[in-house]
C-alpha cells in the first residue's frame, strides 16, 4: 500500500512538472504600483495566470465595470484598457482568476522615454568625483507626494529581442528616489511638473558608453550590412553597449505597445569617430522607436553634445559630429535639439550642468509638444548667409526677439578665405536684427565660416531668453 501511494504520489509531481507553474496573475516589471499609465490611449497589459481559466479584470476610473480574458493552455493572456484623461486622482487596476491581484497608486498622465549613454544616465546625486550643479537643493526639495514618478531599467543585454526581464520598478519622486535618478530625465520631469496640471513619468532607459547601434533592433539596422550582428548563441561580449541589438533586445523591446508620450535622447559620445555613419543610423533609430511605441510622430527631443576637449581642444571630431547633430534636427519631423555650446568641460565628458539640460529639453516639449506660448524653445540656429563687402552676413533663427550681447563683440567665431585656413573673426549683432556680421580685416573674399567649431570651444551668442547658439559651420556655394 505505502509503495503504492509512494508512486502515485511521484506520478503526480512528474504530471504537474510538466504543467505551467502559475498559480495566480504575474505582470512584467514593468506594470507596477506607482506607475503612470499614459492618458487617452490603448493600454495593452500581458502576463500570465491559471491556464485555461477565465481572468477578469477592472480599472477603478471605469466605474468598477469589469472586463474577462480566457487565458490560454500556457497561461498567456493580453487585456487592452483605455485610459481617460489625465488628473491627479488615483487608480486601481485588479485582476482576479480565482486569486486577486491590484496595482495601486496608479496615475493618469503622460510617460516620457529617456535613452542613451552615460550623460543620460548619471544621476541627481552625480558620478563619484563629478557632481551634478544644484544636486542637493534638487533632492533635500524632492517630494512623495508630487505627481512625478520615476522607473530606472537595470543595465542588461540579450542577443534576441525579449519580452520581459527587465528589472527595475515604478517609485514616487522623493529624496532617496531622485538622488539615484537620471538628472537629465529628472529636471525635465521638474519643469513639466511646474508647468502643466497632469502626471508625469519618466523612465530613464540608458547604458554607459554605449553606441547607437547597440540601441538599435536588427530590423533597423537591416539597410547597414557593414554592420555585423551578434551571434545569437554567444555568451560573453568585451562591449555589450558597444555591440548592435544587445541592448535593445533586453532593455526597450520588452517596453513594446507600452504607450508613452515621447522621448529623449542624449548619446553620440561613443560614436564621434564616424559622423556620418550617424547620420543614417540616427533616422532608422528614430523610425524604429516610432513604430515600436505606435505612434509614427511621436515627439523626439535629443541633446547637442557639449564642449569637450576629447584628445585635443581644438581637435574637430566632436565639432563634426555637432554639425551631423545640427543637420539632424533641421532635417527630421517632430523633432528638438537642446544647445550646450554654453556648458561642457575641457577634461570632464560629463557637464554638471544637467539641470540646465533637463529644463532645455523642456522647453521643447512645452512648446512643440504642449503647444505653451510667449517664449522661444531654443537658442540660435544658423539659417542663411550671405556675403557683402568682405564679411559674412549671418541669419539666425529663434533670434526673432533679440540677440546678446548686442553691444559688445562676439566670441567663438572664425572665418577662411579662398585658402581654406580658418582665423579667429570679428563678429557683431545687426541693428537690433536676428542677423551677426563676421569679417576679418586680412580676408578680402571669405568663402567659409564657422561658430565654437572645435571640439572644445565656448562662445557667447544666446538669444533674448538667454539660449545659446548652436555650433555650426558654413560653406559658401557660387
Not at 525579449?162 to 520631469?189: C, H, M, N, Q, R
Amino acid at each position: 500500500m505505502r509503495i503504492r501511494i509512494a508512486l502515485s504520489l511521484l506520478i503526480l509531481i512528474f504530471v504537474m512538472a510538466g504543467l505551467p507553474a502559475f498559480s495566480k496573475v504575474r505582470l512584467p516589471s514593468i506594470w507596477g504600483n506607482n506607475m503612470v499609465l499614459q492618458q487617452n490611449s490603448q493600454v495593452i497589459i500581458r502576463g500570465t495566470a491559471k491556464p485555461n481559466a477565465r481572468l477578469f479584470f477592472t480599472a477603478s476610473w471605469n466605474a468598477g465595470k469589469s472586463g474577462m480574458v480566457q487565458t490560454g493552455s500556457n497561461g498567456q493572456f493580453e487585456i487592452r484598457l483605455q485610459t481617460p484623461n489625465g488628473s491627479g486622482k488615483k487608480f486601481t487596476v485588479c485582476f482576479d482568476d480565482g486569486e486577486k491581484l491590484c496595482l495601486s497608486d496608479i496615475l493618469i498622465g503622460d510617460v516620457w522615454f529617456c535613452s542613451g549613454q552615460s550623460n543620460m544616465e548619471m544621476p541627481v546625486k552625480g558620478f563619484r568625483g563629478q557632481p551634478v550643479h544644484g544636486s542637493l537643493d534638487a533632492i533635500i526639495t524632492a517630494k512623495n507626494n508630487r505627481k512625478i514618478r520615476l522607473f530606472t531599467v537595470r543595465d542588461a543585454w540579450s542577443t534576441k529581442p525579449l519580452s520581459d526581464g527587465i528589472e527595475g520598478k515604478w517609485t514616487t519622486a522623493g529624496p532617496e528616489d531622485v538622488a539615484g535618478f537620471s538628472a537629465v530625465g529628472y529636471f525635465f520631469a521638474n519643469k513639466l511638473d511646474q508647468s502643466l496640471d497632469i502626471p508625469i513619468a519618466v523612465i530613464d532607459c540608458s547604458w554607459s558608453m554605449s553606441k547607437i547601434e547597440a540601441w538599435m533592433s536588427q530590423e533597423m539596422l537591416a539597410t547597414f550590412p557593414a554592420i555585423k550582428m551578434p551571434d545569437p548563441e554567444q555568451k560573453e561580449f568585451g562591449w555589450a553597449a558597444g555591440t548592435p541589438t544587445l541592448l535593445y533586445n533586453a532593455m526597450v523591446h520588452p517596453w513594446q505597445g507600452f504607450p508613452i508620450k515621447g522621448m529623449l535622447w542624449y548619446q553620440g559620445e561613443a560614436n564621434t569617430p564616424d559622423p556620418l555613419l550617424y547620420k543614417k543610423l540616427f533616422p532608422e533609430m528614430l523610425k524604429g522607436y516610432r513604430v515600436l511605441f505606435n505612434n509614427d510622430t511621436m515627439p523626439f527631443y535629443f541633446v547637442q553634445l557639449a564642449p569637450f576637449g576629447s584628445e585635443n581642444r581644438d581637435s574637430l571630431d566632436w565639432a563634426r559630429f555637432r554639425q551631423v547633430q545640427l543637420q539632424l534636427s533641421g532635417e527630421l519631423r517632430n523633432i528638438g535639439m537642446a544647445h550646450t555650446s554654453d556648458l561642457g568641460d575641457e577634461v570632464f565628458i560629463h557637464p554638471p550642468q544637467k539641470k540646465e539640460v533637463g529644463e532645455r529639453l523642456a522647453l521643447w516639449a512645452l512648446a512643440n509638444t504642449y503647444g505653451l506660448k510667449g517664449f522661444c524653445p531654443t537658442g540660435p540656429v544658423f539659417g542663411s548667409a550671405t556675403i557683402k563687402e568682405d564679411a559674412v552676413e549671418i541669419s539666425f533663427k529663434y533670434g526673432e526677439d533679440g540677440l546678446n550681447p548686442e553691444n559688445a563683440m562676439l566670441e567663438g567665431f572664425e572665418i577662411a578665405g579662398a585658402d581654406g585656413n580658418f582665423v579667429p573673426a570679428k563678429a557683431r549683432i545687426l541693428n537690433a536684427s536676428p542677423v551677426v556680421k563676421v569679417w576679418n580685416e586680412n580676408i578680402k573674399t571669405p568663402v567659409r565660416v564657422r561658430y565654437c567649431f572645435r571640439n572644445y570651444r565656448k562662445g557667447n551668442l544666446v538669444n533674448n531668453y538667454g539660449l545659446p547658439a548652436a555650433p555650426f559651420e558654413w560653406n559658401v556655394t557660387f
